[in-house]
């Protein structure tokens, strides 16, 4: 199912290769669980209140700066610490590709706009490869900004897939013991 939406010709190219499979990369990024579990840069939180996975439908969720840094560019900003961020699926492609407009309405002085990423999953035997193009937004400190944010939230992606790894292992061992 797709609602069409071709990324920018300045779009910048995120790649990652993760050791996981396709089903539970797309669980961390389909997943209100799996959301919370990564879906935030460093010193924010996330807690997601609507998913709706399908073209047209919502993710909204709310974003709490937690680390000084973050918590003094908010109040810098005139933002509050936590605010609603509210994304709509333009392409959802079970295990594939995700696709979504984020509303950008938190810029200081700039009217609200609406700002493309799409990923793109791929298997490599029983590694997962994971592409995020996004649009650059309105100017090149918000765009560089911007960028940075999602390049540390594909880490912490690779954080919450070890944290998997590890929880399955555990969990494998104890039930072999007698």
Request: charged residues 25%; without cysteine.
């Amino acid at each position: 199912m797709t609602d069409e939406s071709l990324p920018d010709r300045n779009a910048a190219r995120f790649e990652r290769t993760y050791d996981a499979p396709v089903e539970l990369i797309w669980e961390l990024l389909t997943t209100a669980a799996g959301l919370d579990e990564w879906f935030a840069p460093d010193g924010f939180e996330t807690r997601v209140s609507e998913l709706e996975l399908r073209p047209g439908g919502q993710l909204r969720y709310t974003m709490t700066a937690t680390g000084p840094e973050q918590v003094a560019f908010m109040r810098d900003t005139g933002n509050p610490l936590s605010v609603v961020v509210r994304k709509t699926f333009t392409d959802v492609r079970p295990s594939t590709r995700l696709a979504y407009r984020s509303l950008i309405d938190f810029v200081p002085g700039h009217e609200p706009y609406e700002h493309l990423t799409t990923i793109d999953i791929e298997p490599v035997g029983d590694r997962t490869n994971v592409v995020m193009t996004l649009d650059p937004l309105h100017d090149e400190t918000w765009t560089q900004q911007h960028r940075a944010h999602r390049g540390n939230e594909l880490d912490k992606l690779a954080t919450a897939i070890s944290r998997r790894a590890s929880l399955a292992s555990g969990t494998a061992s104890q039930s072999r013991q007698p």
